[in-house]
């Protein structure tokens, strides 16, 4: 037997542990491919992410090259448009003839005719969102036209001829209109930032052709459930009335609180019934609204109760004025006439008729008594505003030169002059009482857009006020014709505008976007 015991050089359990390496080494190498394989993978992946993403931002910095290029020629051609359109409205306003329009073409915008049928109706809602329409004496739709200024060819030829031709002419002139700046024209962007006032949700923007003199600034937005027809400050400035469907509410201006709501239960709720116009009593006591039932109603204020009705007129009411001495009350309606009211004892003095029958529709828009009582304007439909003599009735002026319906006049704080607005899209200020020889228009003022339905006067007779259809508020110089400011601050026409007697320097706005806004106006020095 040998010394040597012959064992297996490695032990059993050895062995089986150098298996398990060899296979944990085998599975690593094949997980260490595996992570090599998933490493190259997510390499590709991000080289394309990456390729795309160039791409995308090559896309972006096209698509705003193509962006900038394309203002810049909305610029240029808005421009163009500007131009031309005040190249148009001078060759109108100076004498040209103007290229008649078909009838399909027109804009016919007038006192409310019959509701039209309702197919009619839903797509003329669809088409805008606008004030109710005002309503005439049921009788058909009635056209009125622009009408050009007629044909003067023949004259201008000899002016050009001989520049002294006009005066040889017997009638007076008529007034040039102004042509300032069209501000609604103007990109805020581009104004400096010492002639732009901006909002929230509105911005002025001052003529940078003549000295800035004032400030502008919302103070409250009121907001209705309807179109806002009319507003109205009492005569102490403290509230402000707001004529809406079926109700009027009344605010105190300085906290914006709804202090009451006249509302008459006895009309009943089913249709619409837009309150047209409201006025306060002197002495804030009552408010008159007028309304599209033909009725007057006075109301005591504090308690919210009618102290009587006035019945007379045979068609929608649409404007309201109480005199500055309490005396009277002043009604102009669809069905051509404007009354003188005795409203204490509910009692009509003066029914003031208009009876041209060469008129098509001479239904009345809009009226306004002089500061001293003694006299009431009234516009209508048919182009011409008449001046009366509120005490015994007496026809004085018949003041023409617009070219489609008046739509809101104002007397100036002297008395002597008056102002008034047009479908015309121009704003004309009249002297009184002068030689009936020369033309009482004395200055006419262009720069809205489109339709002008509202105009007043601040107490300080310094300025003048206007709404539009075009959306936005526009601020006069009587004495240059030029706009101070513009205001574009709803989403709908500015249907009403009103400034305040108060001391405080505030006016008024109602829109067809269902609100009522109170402003306010400050002087500044000139810039």
């Known amino acids: 037997m040998s010394v040597y015991n012959h064992r297996p050089m490695v032990p059993a359990n050895q062995t089986r542990l150098l298996e398990l390496l060899e296979a944990i080494k085998v599975e690593y190498d094949q997980l260490s491919q595996d992570a090599q394989l998933t490493k190259s993978q997510r390499d590709e992946y991000e080289h394309k992410v990456n390729s795309?993403?160039?791409?995308?931002?090559?896309?972006q910095q096209t698509l705003l090259d193509l962006e900038r290029t394309q203002q810049v020629l909305k610029k240029q051609y808005e421009e163009e448009i500007s131009r031309l359109r005040l190249q148009l409205d001078q060759m109108?306003?100076?004498?040209?003839?103007?290229?008649?329009q078909p009838d399909s073409m027109k804009q016919q915008p007038q006192l409310p005719p019959p509701?039209?049928?309702?197919?009619?109706?839903?797509?003329?809602?669809?088409?805008?969102?606008?004030?109710?329409?005002?309503?005439?004496?049921?009788?058909?739709?009635?056209?009125?036209?622009?009408?050009?200024?007629?044909?003067?060819?023949?004259q201008q030829q000899q002016q050009a001829v001989n520049n002294n031709v006009r005066s040889l002419n017997k009638q007076p002139m008529p007034p040039q209109p102004t042509n300032p700046i069209?501000?609604?024209?103007?990109?805020?962007?581009?104004?400096?930032?010492?002639?732009?006032?901006?909002?929230?949700?509105?911005?002025?923007?001052?003529?940078?052709?003549?000295?800035?003199?004032?400030?502008?600034?919302?103070?409250?937005?009121?907001?209705?459930?309807?179109?806002?027809?009319?507003?109205?400050?009492s005569m102490d400035g403290r509230f402000l009335a707001a004529g809406c469907n079926q109700a009027t509410y009344i605010y105190?201006?300085?906290?914006?609180?709804?202090?009451?709501?006249?509302?008459?239960?006895?009309?009943?709720?089913?249709?619409?019934?837009?309150?047209?116009?409201?006025?306060?009593?002197?002495?804030?006591?009552?408010?008159?609204?007028?309304?599209?039932?033909?009725?007057?109603?006075?109301?005591?204020?504090?308690?919210?109760?009618?102290?009587?009705?006035?019945?007379g007129h045979e068609q929608d009411i649409y404007s309201l004025e109480f005199s500055r001495d309490g005396r009277i009350l002043v009604s102009g309606s669809g069905d051509r006439t404007t009354r003188i009211w005795d409203w204490l004892d509910a009692k009509c003095i003066h029914t003031l008729r208009i009876n041209e029958v060469d008129q098509s529709d001479p239904g009345v828009t809009s009226i306004a008594i002089?500061?001293?009582?003694?006299?009431?304007?009234?516009?209508?439909?048919?182009k011409i505003v008449r001046v009366w003599d509120a005490n015994n009735g007496a026809l004085l002026e018949r003041l023409e030169g617009h070219k489609d319906s008046v739509y809101s006049v104002a007397f100036m704080p002297d008395g002597k002059t008056l102002i008034s607005g047009s479908l015309d899209k121009t704003l004309r200020l009249w002297q009184l009482g002068g030689d009936r020889a020369k033309n009482p228009c004395v200055q006419v003022f262009t720069?809205?857009?489109?339709?002008?339905?509202?105009?007043?006067?601040?107490?300080?007779?310094?300025?003048?006020?206007?709404?539009?259809?075009?959306?936005?508020?526009?601020?006069?110089?009587?004495?240059?014709?030029?706009?101070?400011?513009?205001?574009?601050?709803?989403?709908?026409?500015?249907i009403s505008v009103a400034t305040s007697p108060g001391r405080r320097p505030l006016f008024a706005t109602g829109s067809g976007d269902n609100r009522a806004r109170i402003w306010t106006y400050d002087s500044v020095p000139p810039s």
């Open 370 to 382: 002089s500061p001293d009582s003694r006299l009431v304007a009234a516009g209508s439909l048919d």
């Open 52 to 59: 795309q993403i160039q791409e995308m931002n090559i896309f």
């Open 252 to 311: 105190d201006t300085v906290t914006s609180a709804r202090v009451a709501i006249l509302q008459d239960e006895s009309a009943g709720r089913d249709g619409d019934l837009y309150i047209r116009s409201v006025s306060f009593s002197p002495d804030g006591k009552y408010l008159a609204t007028g309304a599209e039932d033909r009725r007057i109603r006075i109301w005591e204020i504090a308690k919210t109760r009618i102290r009587c009705v006035l019945s």
């Open 447 to 494: 720069g809205h857009k489109d339709f002008v339905l509202s105009v007043a006067t601040t107490p300080d007779d310094r300025w003048i006020v206007s709404g539009s259809k075009d959306r936005s508020v526009q601020f006069w110089d009587p004495r240059t014709g030029q706009t101070q400011f513009m205001l574009q601050g709803h989403k709908n026409s500015v």
């Open 115 to 154: 509701p039209p049928p309702p197919q009619q109706q839903q797509q003329q809602q669809q088409q805008q969102q606008a004030p109710p329409p005002l309503l005439s004496s049921g009788s058909p739709l009635v056209n009125v036209p622009h009408f050009g200024p007629p044909p003067v060819q023949q």
């Open 182 to 233: 069209g501000l609604t024209d103007l990109d805020p962007e581009s104004v400096p930032a010492n002639m732009k006032v901006e909002g929230q949700d509105w911005f002025a923007l001052f003529n940078p052709k003549v000295p800035r003199y004032l400030k502008v600034d919302l103070v409250h937005t009121l907001e209705h459930d309807s179109v806002v027809c009319c507003v109205k400050f």
């Open 92 to 100: 109108q306003h100076g004498g040209y003839n103007s290229v008649p």
